[in-house]
């Protein structure tokens, strides 16, 4: 009898085409793996159905200090999954870097206001919506610890953001 055999070529493309089926095996999984073992983002809903998509709102007009106030918003799955609250002086510089730079201070001691602005964002990713996350005076409540600045720039401008993505 006569052993067939396969040429090293034969070989080497059976390999590479075994590894590319493979490989577009992994891609087409991993994403919804991912997601079902990360769980959900919460298990809050918001208030009002929301369209999928990004929200962005920026304030009119510079705070005081020079800083106009962007928020944005990315809904998934009809829920707030995605939220960067940031401001920016005339020169286009983020106050989100400045303070990671330590060139923008708010207190010696106390958290840098990226880490101030990134706990209340968590706030309404976990919550879904902003009730309870700040006082008549504009100030956190105990809700979010740690964050000592006035929160109603964030508020005005995710209350825009949730009035673009809201379905009628």
Known sequence: MKRST?????RSLI???????????VIAVSDPLY?????????????????????T????EPDANGFRDRTTLTVSDGIIVSCVWD???????????????????MTEDGPLWKAQ??????YLIE???????????????????????NVYPFMNGVEECLRQAEIK
């Open 6 to 10: 396969i040429s090293s070529n034969a």
């Open 87 to 105: 401001s920016f002086n005339s020169d286009g510089e983020s106050k989100q870097k400045l303070s990671m730079e330590g060139q923008y201070i």
């Open 57 to 60: 709102h920026e304030a009119l």
């Open 15 to 25: 390999g590479i085409a075994v590894m590319a089926v493979l490989s577009l095996a």
């Open 117 to 122: 602005s990134d706990s209340v964002c968590r």
């Open 127 to 149: 919550h879904q919506r902003l009730a309870g996350l700040a006082g008549d005076d504009g100030y956190t409540t105990d809700a979010v610890a740690s964050v000592s600045i």
């Open 35 to 55: 997601k079902a073992l990360r769980g959900p983002v919460t298990t809050a809903s918001p208030e009002a159905p929301l369209a999928d998509g990004i929200y």
